[in-house]
């Protein structure tokens, strides 16, 4: 089998997220049937029947979220990988997508590098990743733009922010911190992982910034190492909060590193899932 990475950017509008399920359209599921078509091409008939090629992605994105840089792996017969270039392979791929999701840089994998060593010695997308760009746009205007309604969380009227006082904010997040009452899904994360294992919901930000890219609009950049479930529109359903006087800064503090919120008592509410964009997976050698 021969290990091909590519980047991968999706309209996350009409996805119930990344992860395959049975009775929803996900990218994984759309990915996963673009590559597996190409292997009609092959000499060995039977290749189809035999092979069943799986994508693995730097992370999973929830329903409606996009991506602009997300990045996988998967692994491809050798047979039928020498029938294309890898430019002739990425346009088979694309022509078996629909309008929404593209594939594009596809490439054979790096080799690994020892310190970073992950299932086999393969190159990982997920596991040799060294931190990941997120950005959520967001837009204060009277009258929202229709025109970025799928991709811009519009503010409803009468929820001023202050913005001054957002801008302020993010910086608090920065550095190493607890994100348990930024996350969803805790417990569920606590089962599924390895026996005598600990689950951590400890995440180092690297950096949050509010910058203005249009008149009354904005995004909130996020710069991370790796993320909890949800935690990021979590972070901004937080800074809202403290924005618009539902919650004070304190608040805000001590839910970061704080207890855990007993189940329905966080005061923490995850912003909308179109305003977020996965933007780049950032590695070493891809």
């Not at 690297?206 to 993320?227: C, F, M, Q, T, W």
């Not at 966080?266 to 950032?282: D, F, Q």
């Amino acid at each position: 089998m021969t290990r091909f990475v590519a980047r991968l950017a999706y309209d996350g509008t009409h996805f119930n997220g990344w992860q395959f399920q049975v009775k929803s359209r996900t990218v994984q599921l759309e990915v996963e049937r673009a590559i597996n078509s190409t292997l009609a091409a092959c000499p060995d008939s039977d290749l189809l029947d035999k092979v069943c090629i799986r994508a693995v992605a730097a992370g999973r994105t929830d329903a409606g979220v996009h991506a602009r840089g997300q990045v996988i792996h998967f692994d491809y017969p050798a047979v039928a990988a020498g029938l294309f270039t890898v430019r002739e392979f990425e346009t088979k791929l694309n022509e078996g997508l629909a309008s929404d999701v593209r594939l594009w840089n596809v490439s054979h994998a790096p080799p690994p590098r020892e310190k970073n060593l992950a299932v086999q010695g393969n190159w990982h997308a997920m596991y040799n990743s060294r931190s990941k760009l997120y950005t959520y746009r967001f837009s204060t205007r009277a009258v929202a733009d229709p025109l970025h309604r799928n991709y811009c969380c519009a503010v409803p009227r009468g929820e001023a922010l202050d913005l001054h006082k957002l801008a302020e904010l993010t910086s608090i997040f920065e550095g190493k911190h607890d994100y348990q009452n930024f996350a969803n899904r805790l417990q569920h994360k606590r089962r599924m992982s390895k026996k005598g294992e600990d689950f951590s919901t400890v995440r180092h930000v690297r950096s949050v910034e509010l910058v203005s890219e249009a008149p009354e609009e904005y995004a909130i950049h996020v710069l991370l190492d790796g993320a909890l479930q949800r935690m990021v529109r979590n972070m901004v359903g937080g800074l809202w909060a403290v924005a618009r006087g539902d919650m004070s800064e304190a608040e805000l503090r001590r839910a970061l590193d704080g207890p855990l919120y007993a189940t329905g008592r966080s005061p923490i509410r995850a912003a909308p899932a179109h305003g977020l964009t996965l933007e780049w997976v950032y590695y070493d050698d891809f």
